[in-house]
């Protein structure tokens, strides 16, 4: 199959395929006579298991990993338990940035209950009030 075809097949971008391809995660494809890609039911499956890991928000190099270890059924996972761990840790640690940033809008939204004229806004004023302690803090060259 063509690449469009691959894309559609997968619900991918065309580009995405080929940043895959220039990432070595996706195998060259054959090329036809006219010099199209042609994709076969490797690349079909492989791009399924990339698009699940990127689901997962997995980097490109986590799934270098993954796709090692697919492909090397015989070693043993004890890394590829490791990797998931690691990025359970992220996860986590991002959902605690995530609930602070969502702290910091809900406190914002709290200065700011009755719609009123923007120079009067509580919103407004607290986003300014962080811009002048963020000058405050940052260094001048």
């Given at each position: 199959?063509?690449?469009g075809?691959?894309?559609?097949?997968?619900?991918a971008?065309?580009?995405?395929?080929?940043y895959y391809?220039?990432?070595g995660l996706l195998?060259?494809?054959?090329?036809?006579?006219?010099?199209?890609?042609?994709?076969?039911?490797?690349?079909?499956?492989?791009l399924?298991?990339?698009?699940?890991?990127?689901?997962?928000d997995m980097?490109?190099?986590?799934?270098r990993?993954?796709l090692?270890?697919?492909?090397?059924?015989?070693?043993n996972c004890a890394?590829?338990?490791?990797?998931?761990?690691?990025?359970?840790?992220?996860?986590?640690?991002?959902v605690?940035?995530?609930?602070?940033?969502?702290?910091?809008?809900?406190?914002?939204?709290?200065?700011?209950g009755?719609?009123?004229?923007?120079a009067h806004?509580?919103i407004?004023?607290?986003?300014?009030?962080?811009?002048?302690?963020?000058?405050?803090?940052?260094?001048?060259s």
């Amino acid at each position: 199959m063509k690449i469009g075809e691959l894309a559609h097949l997968a619900g991918a971008n065309v580009d995405t395929i080929r940043y895959y391809e220039r990432e070595g995660l996706l195998p060259v494809p054959a090329r036809s006579e006219g010099n199209y890609r042609i994709y076969g039911e490797i690349h079909v499956q492989r791009l399924f298991f990339i698009r699940r890991c990127r689901s997962l928000d997995m980097t490109l190099e986590e799934i270098r990993v993954l796709l090692h270890f697919k492909e090397s059924p015989q070693e043993n996972c004890a890394d590829v338990n490791r990797l998931l761990d690691r990025h359970i840790g992220h996860v986590a640690q991002r959902v605690q940035e995530l609930q602070e940033l969502e702290r910091q809008l809900k406190d914002l939204r709290e200065r700011c209950g009755d719609a009123r004229d923007a120079a009067h806004c509580g919103i407004l004023d607290g986003l300014s009030q962080a811009i002048e302690t963020i000058g405050k803090t940052t260094p001048h060259s």
